[in-house]
């Protein structure tokens, strides 16, 4: 084996960050089934494991672990042909193609990668089901991970991913990118994929760090490999709202790990770049008045990266862009948004009374952020006795999040003595 370097302590974990849902992809096209796929997955890293530390890193790992995974693969169809004549013709078909590692280049990643987002999210699966499966498969997240982003439980997450597999295989759902045609009513569900994706590297909804980058780096990719192939306006609304957010990533974490809120961050921190492409493409989809909800939240977050100091923010213009979004989206997240916004525009008061009507809705009642509005209005208005029952610490589900409601709570227990 020639070898680039030997590897050194986290080398392996940080390929199988960088390579293993891209290789998967690729064995998910030579196998034709996700389970094998996966399974082959963890046998070309285990290979990695054993291997790498004596012999050293190939100078290209991805065709390392396609090849290796491809022969697991092999080895496993081998075992199933004894019992099971079915398995032959996939066995044979793999066996015969043994491409050369150049085939296996960045840009068959990328068709593969897209191929597998398609096929998660084919309509003939249920609207849960396309998006459980292409976070998990397409993106790595755990079934709890996914399981957090529906606000489900990780038995029912698991149950729409096992069931939307068994759908493709019974049914043969094609491993392919739609065709133009078929294009519109495949994109949608895509589009929330990976703003799933995103949200949950940007403000991770538990763990021990508040921001997962690789998630929301990879979110970004999958956005600009999307623009690339569909230039349509809400794609390029939804990669202007990821680059926007993305823009004050680095200033929404304190020294010490902890979240710092809008209002209180060092917009010098903010990375301008991303910002001005942002903007750019938030101007190209607002032009051609085709746009959708992803859009509006990159019109609202454009508000606040265009205001200079926290003061300057248009807390007008940007309710009047939540009324927009609450007609296109009309979710409680959205209405709670909504909430602040006019508090922030009129009075803690007025926000405090729409948030209530949602909690007394039971909606958002197991949502930590819906309770720290409310008590951070109540803080903003003078009750500080109400505001500190109203945190909500033990809902909080992120380590950061809990340390911050605790920091905030003594800060205010502090100010009553």
Known sequence: MNV????????????????????????????????????????????AVEQWPRDGVPPNPRAWLISVGKFKAIDVLRRRARADRSVKELLHRLEAAMPRPDDWDSGTLLDDRLRLIFTCCHPALSFEAQIALTLREV????????????????????????????????????????????????????????????????????????????????AIYLGRTLLEAFPDAEVQGLLALMLLHESRREARISPDGLPVLLEDQDRSLWKRELIEEGMVLLERALATRDFGCYTLQAAISAEHAQAGTAMDTSWAKIAGLYDMLLRCTPTPVVELNRAVAIAMRDTPEAGIRLIDSILQRGELHDYYLAHSARAGLLRRSGNRREAHAAYALSLAQSEPARRFLSTRLKEMADTAS
């Open 4 to 47: 680039a370097e030997r590897p050194q302590d986290g080398e392996i974990e940080a390929v199988y960050r960088a390579e293993s849902r891209g290789v998967f992809a690729t064995l998910v096209r030579l196998v034709g089934d996700f389970d094998l796929a996966e399974e082959a997955l963890q046998d070309a890293f285990l290979a």
């Open 139 to 218: 993106c790595g997240l755990t079934t709890e991970q996914v399981a957090r982003a529906f606000l489900t439980s990780p038995a029912t997450i698991a149950k729409r991913i096992v069931r939307a597999k068994q759908k493709i295989r019974v049914a043969r759902i094609p491993y392919e990118v739609p065709s133009r045609s078929d294009l519109p009513d495949r994109l949608d569900s895509v589009l929330q994929v990976v703003y799933l994706v995103f949200t949950e590297g940007y403000a991770a909804t538990s763990g021990p760090t508040l921001v997962q980058a690789d998630l929301s780096g990879e």
